[in-house]
């Protein structure tokens, strides 16, 4: 358990490094309104986050049931890791930040936060090809729960940190200097992860 605890923080937190909507938006947010309102984005994307991982470890579980399609699934889920690392990889050159500043008519950070997260096409598959990859088949839905509980509570701290951190302009130059190397390693993590699951698998048949 604490070794999977372990794997999915460290997996979690190089994905919420690399550059997406919520990463941008809060940034946004904390540069062009303050730190409070980049705290209140955070609430948002968070509420929606749990909305996703509470889907994802229910889909789980009825997967579970059935052990020939929860194979199929986590098979799938580790060829869309493989596809969003080499995607990654491929459209390095187009994945620029934009950290630039925009004002912004809306003054509810909650409800951006939130519909930036939720109607986000990505996080679900992300987050049942992760959990499917590194969560037992076998494991008991109240440790489930908890992993689910870890991604939201890393996901919250480490946003808010972003927050505390981009809430001083100076920051944001050491940002762009070391983003390559921090989407190279994200992206790496991801092949690897999806490449090692196929891999055992075919070991086994």
Not at 18 to 28: K, M, N, Q, S, Y
Not at 104 to 115: A, H, V
Not at 172 to 196: C, D, M
Request: with cysteine; hydrophobic share 50%.
């Amino acid at each position: 358990m604490i070794k999977t605890a372990i794997s999915l923080f460290i997996i979690w937190i190089l994905l919420l490094l690399t550059p997406g909507p919520d990463f941008v938006l809060i940034l946004r947010n904390t540069i062009n309104k303050g730190l409070k309102e980049g705290i209140l984005t955070n609430i948002g994307i968070s509420l929606g986050l749990t909305i996703h991982t509470t889907a994802a470890i229910l889909g789980i579980v009825v997967l579970s049931e059935n052990p020939t399609l929860f194979n199929t699934v986590k098979i799938i889920g580790a060829i869309y890791l493989i596809y969003i690392g080499t995607s990654g990889f491929l459209n390095m050159k187009k994945s620029t930040l934009n950290l630039e500043a925009k004002d912004s008519k809306s003054s509810n950070s909650i409800r951006e936060g939130f519909f930036c997260n939720i109607l986000n096409p990505k996080l679900p598959l992300i987050l049942l090809g992760v959990f499917t990859q590194l969560i037992p088949l076998n494991t008991p839905l109240w440790i489930k729960f908890l992993y689910g509980l870890e991604i939201i509570v890393a996901s919250f701290l480490m946003w808010n940190l972003v927050a505390l951190l981009f809430g001083n302009r100076k920051v944001l130059p050491q940002l762009k200097r070391f983003q390559k190397e921090i989407v190279i390693l994200a992206n790496t993590v991801l092949v690897f992860l999806g490449s090692y699951e196929i891999l055992t698998f075919l070991q086994r048949r």
